[in-house]
């Protein structure tokens, strides 16, 4: 071949390769560089990825890099690109910022104020676009959230994974009609106002999209494909549902072509064509400055959001009210016990009138908008101090939108925070009691009818977990005990931070052991929440081991609810026991994989009065000895939310813990023939997912462990042929 058809060739190949991957690592790098500027950072980091796998030595790609993995929430990422930025000859000031901006939202909390302090030592300009106040108001909110770490913990908090895009998806809404139907808002370059500049102007490249409201349903337990209302409520402009009335048939909603400016709007709402368009709220309401995140209580008073002048600095919270000829008042600030020189947004008022929940980004953050939580105080006629919820509902990142559903048992809000899917995301805090806000409506309650009804809530306090005391017997041999923990908290007990230091310690030594960590509740609570309620306590003792070093693909956490007492829950008068719930609140330990290492790892077992102790966790430890089966319903990234459920014996949720997906499964049997009966009686009730899973002494089998077991256990060999038959079956 000639040096003329080798350049041919060569000239060939690389236009193939070009064509193959989209486009050149220079082309990459100018584009991605373009969507960076323009802040978008999701479309700007794979082209730079791509530009970066070129040329790894690339310090300034990697600081690009660090700011895209930090604006899609994977703080992580954007430390480890932060570092190599960091590291070079002539490091950017900025650098040390977004390298403490990364440990902040992961919450670590001290490291991140090492080097926002770093920031301030090397930053010479006084108009950085960073300041030293804005840094000095972090290092605050990192000395209040690393305190924050030990404050009790009001409930458990989970990404509603189905519905979340890389996308932003906010201000959550529950339908009055159903409550298994979900409204949001989300910015989509597909909604229909395209993609624009803050001109409007049509903008494909530096252009962002407009909002529009979507809807989604619940349905066994999974929520269906977001889809978008119709023209009538999505405009060419941003459009947000903010709220309903409460018969469902009138909306409240925003609109504005620029986010700096917009109006409140009433529209009925119906899947009728012919409807009239949305109303823009008449003044006093509507005024040239901005107003928005509304909120109707009772129909008549409405709460909103506004940066009009005479408020208290940035954004303040006013409420309204509509007399019988539909005429609103002049609308009222909630005052300086509420509103601050800061933002304060999103309000939502409980039934009883008198507890407001709101996001505010003053020092009481813990980083971005906080939710608070404030009562009405009837002597003196003001709010009280608002007080911060507290992680996992708060993050360092914005936390806005919160609000209880009728029951008091969930409440909804929006987050940006480290684990998200790329934006705002919209997440579920499960309660384990009711709220006591949401447990009465009358409307002569009200803060704003200056009603004062006294309500008295006892208030029982909860006797010390129960000490274990282990005697040592061998060198060799440890015991472990279960791990208590106290009532509506997601922490474990002091006492049990020296066991599992120690533990953690074995498991570092010997990688070949395997932790099993099985979760109990009381029957204090609802059934559906002890069961998701229980895992999440397995998941706490699992995160501290991992913080100390085992690796998250050695844990197996299981939640199991109040289906296995240790004790009696309640006396034989039919009052709570509390001795008896403290020590039904656990979680068991087993270690496995013991054999080939000079150490034997026990569990143990605490002494309980016989007068008090239960038959329900010696049964289950005596079913999962030897072969078992359980029919798996449900693998999800979510708490599964079908109450039917629980009418099953034996549920349970597993986990490994570097997975994300949560197994629902319920039945314990011991023949194969009785599990498949299961089996097929739960895929009649509708759950197409049920799938017989074997397990040896409570562990869950692979198809190889299977086969190895077969010979012992003869009973697998009618699991292997069923499960042959489906094999071929699908394979037809």
Excluded at 126 to 152: H, N, T
Excluded at 403 to 412: A, E, N
Excluded at 440 to 458: G, K, Q
């Amino acid at each position: 071949m000639n040096i003329k058809s080798c350049l041919l060739v060569a000239l060939l190949l690389s236009s193939f390769a070009v064509l193959s991957f989209g486009q050149s690592p220079k082309e990459s790098r100018d584009k991605g560089e373009t969507y960076y500027y323009y802040g978008k950072y999701n479309e700007a980091l794979p082209l730079l990825l791509r530009a970066q796998a070129d040329n790894p030595k690339d310090n300034k790609l990697k600081y690009m890099l660090g700011i895209c993995y930090l604006n899609v929430n994977r703080p992580q990422k954007a430390q480890d690109y932060m570092q190599f930025a960091i590291d070079d000859k002539k490091p950017k000031p900025e650098a040390f910022f977004y390298m403490a901006k990364s440990l902040h939202h992961q919450q670590k909390f001290t490291d991140a104020i090492k080097y926002y302090k770093y920031y301030l030592g090397v930053l010479e300009d006084k108009d950085a676009p960073i300041s030293r106040s804005a840094v000095k108001r972090e290092i605050k909110r990192c000395v209040l959230g690393d305190k924050m770490k030990f404050k009790k913990k009001l409930a458990f908090v989970e990404q509603i994974a189905d519905i979340s895009t890389q996308n932003d998806e906010f201000a959550p809404i529950i339908s009055p009609k159903s409550s298994n139907t979900l409204y949001f808002t989300s910015f989509r370059k597909e909604n229909k106002g395209g993609l624009r500049d803050q001109e409007g102007k049509t903008d494909t490249l530096a252009g962002r999209p407009r909002s529009d409201i979507y809807v989604t349903s619940l349905e066994k337990g999974v929520w269906s494909i977001a889809v978008p209302l119709g023209l009538r409520y999505n405009s060419r402009q941003n459009d947000m549902l903010l709220d309903f009335k409460q018969n469902g048939r009138e909306i409240l909603m925003y609109r504005s072509y620029n986010l700096n400016k917009g109006n409140l709007y009433l529209s009925q709402f119906s899947d009728e064509e012919e409807t009239e368009a949305p109303t823009k709220l008449p003044r006093p309401i509507s005024s040239p400055s901005w107003e928005g995140n509304g909120y109707f209580h009772n129909d008549r008073v409405l709460f909103f959001v506004s940066d009009r002048e005479g408020g208290y600095g940035g954004k303040d919270i006013y409420y309204t009210r509509q007399d019988i000829d539909g005429n609103w008042s002049k609308p009222t600030n909630l005052g300086p016990d509420v509103n601050t020189p800061y933002d304060e947004d999103t309000p939502f008022l409980s039934k009883n009138g008198r507890t407001l929940y709101f996001s505010s980004n003053n020092m009481k953050s813990i980083g971005g908008y906080d939710i608070f939580k404030t009562n009405f105080i009837d002597s003196s006629f003001t709010w009280a101090s608002p007080e911060n919820l507290g992680m996992p509902i708060n993050s360092p990142g914005d936390d806005m939108y919160f609000r209880l559903d009728d029951s008091g048992l969930k409440g909804l809000f929006s987050s940006v925070r480290a684990g998200g899917a790329g934006g705002q995301d919209i997440y579920m805090a499960y309660f384990n009691d009711y709220q006591v806000e949401q447990a009465v409506r009358p409307s002569s309650v009200a803060f704003y009818n200056l009603e004062t009804p006294e309500i008295d809530i006892a208030i029982i306090d909860e006797p010390d977990e129960p000490r274990i005391t282990i005697e040592p017997e061998e060198i060799k041999t440890y015991q472990f005990g279960p791990v208590f923990y106290n009532n509506e908290d997601q922490t474990f007990a002091s006492s049990s931070i020296i066991k599992l230091n120690q533990l953690a310690s074995i498991l570092s030594k010997y990688p070949q052991m395997m932790l099993e960590l099985t979760a109990h509740t009381d029957n204090s609570g609802l059934d559906f929440n002890n069961l998701y309620f229980s895992m999440k306590r397995g998941e706490a003792v699992a995160n501290y081991l991992t913080d100390k070093g085992v690796l998250p693909a050695r844990i197996i956490v299981k939640g199991c609810g109040s289906n296995y007492p240790q004790a009696f829950n309640n006396n034989q008068d039919g009052t709570p026991n509390a001795i008896g719930r403290t020590l039904n609140r656990r979680v068991e330990i087993r270690v496995f994989n013991t054999e080939q290492t000079p150490v034997r790892i026990e569990t143990s077992l605490p002494t309980i009065n016989p007068v008090i102790k239960t038959r329900e966790m010696d049964a289950y430890r005596q079913n999962i000895t030897g072969l078992s089966y359980k029919v798996q319903v449900k693998r999800t990234r979510q708490r599964f939310e079908d109450r039917s459920l629980m009418k099953h014996k034996h549920t349970m949720i597993e986990t490994l813990h570097s997975s994300p997906d949560l197994l629902y499964s319920v039945g314990l049997k011991q023949r194969f023939a009785e599990a498949e009966r299961l089996r097929l009686q739960l895929l009649q009730e509708g759950y197409e997912e049920a799938l017989l899973i074997p397990y040896i002494d409570g562990i869950r089998l692979t198809k190889d462990d299977v086969i190895n077991y077969s010979s012992t256990f003869p009973d697998l060999f009618y699991y292997l042929d069923a499960t042959s038959k489906q094999v071929n079956n699908d394979k037809e």
